[in-house]
């Protein structure tokens, strides 16, 4: 399984002043310390990046994620995207544009979503996303 994580998730991985118990934040570490596949793509590093400051954090996120492979989003993703994002609003669930797209490069590229994001869940039954769900 390839894991497209989502900023929610890194956002939690990373603070500093408590440690999160989510299971994703678990699931995160336990791919990035046993080899799992994890990519990203730009709209997730630019949230990051805009969600901290400070030069040395940026500097250090950088360089974290430079050793993720990143994936691009093509003209055909943003057509997909646009027309998942109208799907999920037709079928009453709101996806933001840039969740569209998030969703959009999870299907295209086979990638499971690992997200804290309740919305991915709901446009998940509507399309082929695949969301990481921690077992009852």
């Known amino acids: 399984m390839t894991l497209l994580v989502d900023t929610s998730v890194w956002s939690l991985a990373f603070r500093r002043d408590t440690e999160s118990l989510t299971p994703e934040v678990a ?3 336990a791919a990035l310390s046993g080899g ?3 990519v990203t793509t730009g709209l997730i590093l ?3 990046l805009q969600g901290f400051s400070g030069a040395r954090a940026h500097k250090e996120l950088v360089q974290r994620f430079a050793a993720l492979p990143l994936i691009v989003p093509d003209r055909r993703d943003y057509i997909d995207a646009a027309n998942l994002g109208n799907l ?3 079928s009453g669930v709101q996806l933001g544009t840039i969740d ?3 969703a959009q490069l999870c299907i295209r590229h086979e990638l499971t ?3 804290t994001d309740g919305d ?3 446009a998940a039954e ?3 996303l695949k969301v990481w769900k921690p077992l009852p």
């Open 36 to 38: 799992e596949s994890i």
């Open 46 to 48: 630019q949230e990051l």
């Open 126 to 128: 509507y399309c082929a």
């Open 100 to 102: 569209a797209l998030l």
């Open 88 to 90: 999920c609003r037709r």
């Open 120 to 122: 991915f869940l709901l």
């Open 27 to 29: 699931v995160l570490q």
């Open 113 to 115: 979503m690992l997200t």
